[in-house]
């Protein structure tokens, strides 16, 4: 079966600043997407950013990077130049390879970013 | 229209209530979830549908009974809940199972 980790419970980082959640999963697949959702007081959950197994290459959105080691089962989330709205509940989430694939998100236990002004 | 709407935002049911979550979403998604979330824990599978039918079922106690009626809509109907039932019910759709979800932003559930 597949786990995420997310070891950090809480970060917190000062306004304009870059901070990185941290997240390990455990899988033999060797195909299947990670995913960044973010889930601010308003309780909806908003993905941030997405990576595809077999793409070598880090996924960026904006202000949002990623590195993905496939090797050591790491996908790290950077967040940029923060600001005061990136104050959420961070998930770190994944979901096996579409052929045969139930559908089924498997969750971090979250990171929840403070950001300071 | 990307939006997925969730009705009510907010409902307080007795145990011995009747009611049901109601899910929207009209960007042709196909895949229809709810998830249950508690209080700063990361939400939890309860169904899948597929093209109007049910593929999966997380185990869940029959007190909860989905509905898909048709491609845009998901009800989630509740009977003789519990109080540790009381959580955040997010939906979710996507366009095929290798898209990303577009989340509703939850019916918060307080059962007494």
């Given amino acids: 079966a597949q786990t995420v980790t997310q070891s950090q419970p809480e970060m917190s980082v000062q306004e304009a600043e870059t901070v990185t959640l941290s997240c390990t999963y455990d899988t033999s697949e060797s195909d299947y ?3 960044w959702y973010k889930q601010p007081p308003s309780r909806q959950m908003i993905l941030v950013i997405r990576q595809e197994a077999y793409k070598q290459q880090n996924a960026t959105e904006n202000r949002f990077s990623v ?18 709205g990136d104050a959420a509940m961070y998930f770190c989430a994944y979901r096996s390879n579409p052929s045969g694939n139930t559908g089924k ?8 970013l403070q950001v300071k002004p | 229209d990307t939006e997925v709407t969730q009705t009510p935002k907010h409902l307080v049911m007795g145990m011995t209530n009747k009611k049901s979550l109601k899910c929207e979403q009209h960007m042709g998604h196909r895949a229809m979830y709810w998830y249950k979330q508690k209080a700063k ?3 939890e599978l309860m169904f899948v549908y597929s093209y109007e039918k049910l593929s999966i079922n997380e185990s869940v106690p029959s007190r909860f009974s989905p509905e898909c009626p048709n491609s845009s809509l ?37 059962v007494l």
């Avoid at chain 1, 080691?69 to 005061?84: N, T, V």
């Avoid at chain 2, 540790?84 to 759709?93: G, I, N, V």
């Fill in chain 1, 33 to 35: 997407y990670l995913f």
């Fill in chain 1, 67 to 84: 590195n993905f080691q496939k090797a050591a089962k790491s996908f790290s989330l950077k967040i940029s130049d923060s600001q005061l």
């Fill in chain 1, 105 to 112: 998100l498997i969750f971090g236990q979250g990171t929840t």
């Fill in chain 2, 41 to 43: 824990k990361p939400p």
């Fill in chain 2, 74 to 110: 998901l009800n989630l109907h509740l009977h003789a809940l519990q109080p540790e039932d009381s959580a955040l019910y997010l939906c979710a759709s996507s366009q095929t199972w290798d898209e990303k979800l577009f989340f509703g932003s939850g019916t918060q559930l307080s």
